[in-house]
């Protein structure tokens, strides 16, 4: 059970949509961010454009929130706010 | 702005440019946080400085004077923004200054802007706004040494040209190429010719041409900082990260009793001796009594404990400035999201635990309404360098020292420890109750940049200390020291046929026995009764109570304060009185910065009246707890 639930993760069926669907080690690239006006602009700010390569790195301890490697610092956020800055699906 | 404008690139021996603009009195530090604008600061105006508040709003204002060239010019640090869109109250302080709108505060002649030099092109957006401002702008490009050290380069001069600005390339924290930061407030900085500016609203315009920019400065971004890298791995492991922080704590814990020991044993040496040498020296009266009782017994049993708040205060920089509380906060955000507030307001909560002054200002950042006056409203709760007087008083004098886990931990710190814990879990009790009842709000997102681990600067380190010591000194030549002179003449008085009363018939003692019925349930007597009554002003001034009313006592005059103190208190009393510190708000301070914080009396008064009825039930069971434990 623990097995083949390790080898659906690894092995996934569609590419990441959501910055939260990256596990640690992976990148993608922002698409757009479904998010209010405010974060967005804060997100933004802090280098979270549409087109920029976004890589996930460690997480607090429980897997929440994650450190985000993106235009050259680490951002944290939360699953509830990654699950909304979309990827692209080819890049 | 002055039209000179149109010299080349930035040669360091130029000339001053002809008909420039008059040399800035007064300028501001502006830049992203974590770009080291403080540490230039520091640098900028050493010991010249001071803290405080901008007007009506809570921002805290840096201001210090400069000497440059001869000339006095007066320093601003604003607050660090990523850009001047008003989002947060940071943001709009620092744009309404540069705007010359903020009352009270000169509108700045010149702006060093200071960006991050190993994660320049995303720092160069922050550009784009502040060059719009027409204000004359040297470009800092600060931590050299780490832009070097990590492999990365930049054109400076090119920069400069493609900027329309002059550029420097420093070290604030090594003190490298502040030269030219000297030499552009003295007016001696080429200034190159002005560039066009993209539209300061769209933020991936602003990002594409800060990239531009970039490129044609040659920026060579330096490899990835591989020590936070690694220092991450192990903090943020899951296992070993929380272990550490755990081993941390216990030492920091272990060494406030044991390395401030000899410090504060040769302070008290020293209160000791000039109390005796005074006293040798006056003749008998009332002005001796005054000054060997009331003064020296009282404030100089406050002051003992100075090396050990400095030392508490040296360790809460240490974690501020290397940037493990951005890791703290990560770590936090989970357990703090469970009462229903979020990371960052766990920020102000550990530097609360030097004092509840600053944590409350440090709320500032957290951008829901709610949860801010939520955070408020615990942050008194986390143990404050001021209740330690009281701890380590209580504590020494009723628990022999015993090793617990070898030399890293003993009986007392454990103590201490427990004490620290029990703060925390009121604060963490009371946050649930109110997230869940009038403050109930929507979960807030957490949005928080990890700086790379950085060395705090002995600099830096130093000034925080010599800040702490004057504040700490202050309160005891003010506070403290009225008090002290207040409480000995109410020990002395009324005089019944010229002599003074035995100190239960003196008015001192009629206030303490008027209340020591309703405090006699705790395990007070009416001694501790006067203590509390003027720890209202500030915790700390309960210690310095008790010295000048032991002070006055003819029977314990020559016995210590702890020795003192065995005699009025069981077991049972002292566990309640230490609750009772735990929790009850006893602080002028707070409450006036709480008062304007929240705009208004409501908040205060419901904080003060909630934790003066958990202190008391607190106390209330502790000391029949122990009694029924220990019969």
Not at chain 2, 200 to 219: E, F, L, S, T
Request: hydrophobic residues 45%.
């Amino acid at each position: 059970m623990q097995l083949s639930f390790k080898k659906a993760r690894s092995r996934r069926p569609h590419p990441p949509a959501t910055l939260v669907e990256l596990h640690e080690g992976e990148h993608g690239v922002v698409d757009r961010l479904d998010l209010p006006e405010d974060i967005t602009g804060r997100l933004m700010e802090l280098g979270f454009l549409p087109g920029s390569r976004v890589t996930a790195a460690r997480s607090a301890p429980g897997g929440d929130p994650r450190v985000f490697r993106v235009d050259g610092s680490e951002v944290a956020l939360r699953r509830e706010t990654a699950a909304h800055v979309r990827l692209r699906s080819h890049h | 702005m002055s039209e000179s404008r149109a010299t080349g690139t930035i040669t360091t021996a130029a000339p001053p440019p002809p008909a420039a603009a008059p040399l800035p009195h007064v300028v501001a530090i502006v830049g992203p946080p974590n770009s080291g604008k403080s540490t230039l600061f520091n640098r900028l105006t050493g010991m010249r400085q001071k803290v405080a508040n901008f007007p009506g709003v809570t921002v805290e204002q840096r201001m210090g004077r400069a000497k440059v060239a001869g000339r006095e010019v007066y320093v601003i640090d604003l607050p660090g923004v990523y850009s001047l869109t008003p989002r947060s109250e940071d943001e709009r302080v620092t744009h309404d200054v540069l705007h010359g709108e903020m009352e009270g505060v000169p509108k700045p002649e010149a702006i060093l802007l200071i960006l991050d030099s190993t994660n320049l092109a995303r720092h160069l957006v922050l550009a784009a706004p502040i060059l719009s401002l027409g204000i004359p702008t040297l470009v800092i490009l600060n931590m050299a040494d780490d832009l070097r050290a990590r492999g990365g380069q930049v054109d400076v001069p090119s920069l400069a040209q493609h900027l329309g600005a002059p550029a420097a390339l420093i070290s604030a924290t090594k003190g490298e190429g502040l030269d030219t930061v000297h030499k552009f407030l003295a007016g001696r900085v080429a200034v190159p010719a002005p560039v066009e500016l993209p539209v300061i609203q769209d933020v991936p315009k602003c990002r594409q041409w800060a990239g531009r920019v970039g490129d044609r400065a040659r920026y060579h971004p330096p490899a990835p900082p591989l020590w936070t890298r690694k220092l991450d791995a192990l903090l943020l492991h899951p296992v070993k990260g929380p272990l550490i922080f755990a081993v941390v704590v216990v030492a920091v814990f272990q060494s406030i009793f044991s390395w401030a020991r000899p410090l504060m044993d040769g302070l008290q040496g020293l209160i000791v001796a000039s109390g005796g040498w005074l006293e040798r020296l006056l003749p008998e009266s009332p002005l001796r009594s005054l000054l060997t009782e009331g003064i020296w017994g009282g404030v100089g049993s406050v002051v003992v404990f100075l090396p050990q708040i400095l030392l508490l205060f040296l360790f809460i920089g240490i974690l501020e400035d290397s940037g493990y509380l951005a890791r703290a906060a990560l770590i936090a955000d989970r357990t703090m999201a469970r009462v229903g507030l979020q990371g960052k307001s766990f920020i102000p909560l550990l530097s609360a635990y030097a004092c509840a002054v600053p944590a409350i200002l440090a709320t500032r950042t957290i951008e829901s309404k709610r949860d801010r006056i939520a955070t408020i409203l615990i942050a008194p709760f986390m143990t404050c360098s001021a209740r330690l007087p009281v701890y380590t008083l209580i504590i020494a004098a009723f628990l022999p020292e015993r090793p617990l886990l070898g030399p890293l931990l003993g009986t007392r710190a454990a103590a201490l420890l427990g004490l620290y814990l029990l703060g925390f879990l009121a604060a963490f009790l009371t946050a649930s109750l109110l997230k869940s009842s009038i403050l109930r709000s929507e979960r807030a997102p957490f949005v928080l940049e990890m700086p790379p681990y950085r060395w705090p600067t002995l600099q830096s380190l130093g000034l925080r200390l010599l800040d702490r010591s004057k504040i700490f000194l202050r309160r005891a030549g003010t506070v403290i020291l009225l008090v002290a002179i207040v409480l000995w003449g109410l020990a002395h008085l009324p005089l019944s046929g010229g002599k003074t009363p035995p100190i239960e018939d003196s008015l001192a003692g009629t206030i303490g026995r008027t209340v020591e019925p309703a405090i006699q349930p705790l395990g007070f007597n009416w001694k501790i009764g006067i203590g509390l009554i003027t720890s209202l002003a500030a915790r700390e001034v309960i210690v310095g109570t008790l010295g000048t009313i032991y002070g006055i006592e003819g029977d314990t005059q020559s016995v210590g304060l702890q020795a003192a103190v065995r005699k009025d208190l069981t077991i049972a009393g002292a566990v309640a009185l230490l609750v009772f510190f735990a929790f009850a708000m006893q602080c002028m301070s707070t409450i006036a910065v709480v008062r304007r914080e929240t705009g208004g009396w409501k908040w205060p008064a419901v904080q003060f009246a909630y934790m003066g009825g958990l202190a008391y039930a607190g106390a209330f069971i502790a000391y029949n707890l122990v009694r029924f434990l220990t019969s």
